[in-house]
T-cell receptor
């Protein structure tokens, strides 16, 4: 299957700082990638759809000015959590696929905001 | 109305038994169906995909799809303690207003008792 990587795998930051998470497709090109958030013992929640070369599409209730998504190339999408607060602490996961019939997940990034 | 529904469980089965996981989806033009396994603290990994009605077998796993009844199930034969995880059902649907999008169920927690 296709490989998706994420970096960093774990980050701890102070409240008010910004954190950037990278999602890379290693062996395929992804026109579309997805960003999810998962709180402990809860299901995946789709945050936004990242589209290469255009603006991301955000799900209802997700602040686009707080969660900045950039999909500058067919192999890289980034999520920046701006002015992070403790309630933003979560497991952030990206996914991508060679086509819309497949989605492979990155290993996830665990964000802890102190 | 939720797009994809699963029984959250927990589902417990003894080692060696058959675990049966079920998923129903809303009435849209659904194209592709997936089962993911997620261990605690990890991102989901793809187990099975199924696109047409009937059964699809892969090792100890069998996916069953019934589009008329709008359900997809996953059977795990000879269950092992290592199968203990949360199983996510995902459906790739194309709505008139959203285009292709993956919808995830909330997951079913499975525990295989040694």
């Amino acid at each position: 299957g296709a490989v998706v990587s994420q970096h960093p795998s774990r980050v701890i930051c102070k409240s008010g700082t910004s954190v950037k998470i990278e999602c890379r497709s290693l062996d395929f090109q992804a026109t579309t990638m997805f960003w999810y958030r998962q709180f402990p013992k809860q299901s995946l929640m789709l945050m936004a759809t990242s589209n290469e070369g255009s603006k991301a599409t955000y799900e209802q209730g997700v602040e686009k000015d707080k969660f900045l998504i950039n999909h500058a190339s067919l192999t890289l999408s980034t999520l920046t959590v701006t002015s992070a607060h403790p309630e933003d602490s979560s497991f952030y996961i990206c996914s991508g696929g060679r086509n819309m019939n497949e989605q492979f997940f990155g290993p996830g990034t665990r964000l802890t905001v102190l | 109305q939720k797009e994809v529904e699963q029984n959250s469980g927990p589902l417990s089965v003894p080692e060696g038994a058959i675990a049966s996981l079920n998923c129903t989806y809303s009435d849209r033009v659904s194209q592709s169906f997936f089962w993911y396994r997620q261990y605690s603290g990890k991102s989901p990994e793809l187990i099975m995909s199924i696109y047409s009605n009937g059964d699809k077998e892969d090792g100890r796993f069998t996916a069953q799809l019934n589009k008329a009844s709008q359900y997809v199930s996953l059977l795990i034969r000879d269950s092992q303690p290592s199968d203990s995880a949360t199983y996510l059902c995902a459906v790739n649907m194309k709505g008139w207003d959203t285009g292709n999008q993956f919808y995830f169920g909330t997951g079913t927690s499975l525990t295989v008792i040694p």
